[in-house]
C-alpha cells in the first residue's frame, strides 16, 4: 500500500497532468495545503526526476517558478486505473474457450514487454534484472535482485497487481512471461506471495537462453 507521502506525491503528479506547469502558489490552492508541504513534495520529485522547474522572467519583481511533469511524471502520473484494470481483466476471464484466452494472455505480456523494452538494458541476464529492478522502483514497486546463488534471482517484495492477483492467479503467470521477455531468457516463477512466501522470485531456467555475466 503507498505511503500518506507516496499517495500525496500521486495527487500533485495528477494535478500538473490535468493542468500543465503552476506555481507553489497554484499548487497550494488546489491541494488546500501548506505552503511547506507543497515544497516538500516538489522537493522529493524534482529529486526523483519526476517534475522539472521553468523559470519566468517578469518585466518587474522576482522571477517566476512553475513546475510542470518530465516525461518520467507523465508516466507515472494518471496510472491509478484499478478499477479498470480490474474490469478488463474480468472480461478476459469470462472468455471460455482456454487457446483464445491462453493466445490473449500471451499478446498482453508481448505488449507490455515490448513497453518497457526500451527502459531494460544490459548484456546479461544479471544487467538485465538490474535494470528491470530499477524501472519498477521507479514505479513504487520494490523489486531486487539476489546475487547470493549460482543463478541471480528477481525478486518482487510487493506485487504490481495486487487486487487482481488475489482474484486469479493468471495474473501471476502473465508477469512471467513478461519477464521472460525482457531479460531474454526463460525464467519460472519459484515463490508466490500468493502461497504465503514473503516475495515473489523469478529464477533463469538453465538451458533457456541463460547467459552469466562476463567475468
Not at 159 to 175: G, I
Request: hydrophobic share 35%; with cysteine.
Amino acid at each position: 500500500m503507498p505511503s500518506k507521502a507516496e499517495s500525496s506525491d500521486l495527487g500533485l503528479l495528477d494535478l500538473l497532468q490535468k493542468h500543465g506547469p503552476l506555481s507553489v502558489s497554484q499548487l497550494k490552492t488546489a491541494m488546500h495545503v501548506t505552503t511547506t508541504a507543497v515544497r516538500q513534495r516538489l522537493v522529493r520529485l524534482l529529486a526523483r526526476g519526476d517534475v522539472e522547474r521553468t523559470t519566468e522572467r517578469l518585466s518587474r519583481g522576482r522571477p517566476a517558478h512553475r513546475y510542470g511533469l518530465t516525461e518520467k511524471g507523465r508516466r507515472r502520473s494518471g496510472s491509478n486505473f484499478s478499477d479498470l484494470a480490474m474490469a478488463l481483466w474480468q472480461e478476459v476471464r469470462e472468455i471460455k474457450d482456454p487457446e483464445v484466452r491462453r493466445g490473449l494472455l500471451q499478446r498482453i505480456s508481448g505488449r507490455l514487454a515490448t513497453l518497457y523494452a526500451g527502459q531494460v538494458r544490459g548484456s546479461s541476464i544479471e544487467e538485465k534484472m538490474e535494470s528491470l529492478a530499477e524501472m519498477f522502483r521507479e514505479r513504487q514497486i520494490p523489486f531486487e535482485v539476489d546475487r547470493s546463488r549460482e543463478l541471480p534471482l528477481l525478486r518482487a517484495t510487493a506485487c504490481p497487481y495486487p487486487d487482481l492477483a488475489e482474484q486469479d492467479r493468471t495474473v501471476c503467470s502473465m508477469e512471467r512471461i513478461m519477464v521472460s521477455e525482457l531479460l531474454g531468457t526463460n525464467v519460472r516463477l519459484s515463490d508466490c506471495r500468493l502461497d504465503g512466501h514473503n516475495c515473489c522470485t523469478f529464477e533463469p531456467v538453465i538451458g533457456a537462453g541463460y547467459q552469466p555475466a562476463a567475468s
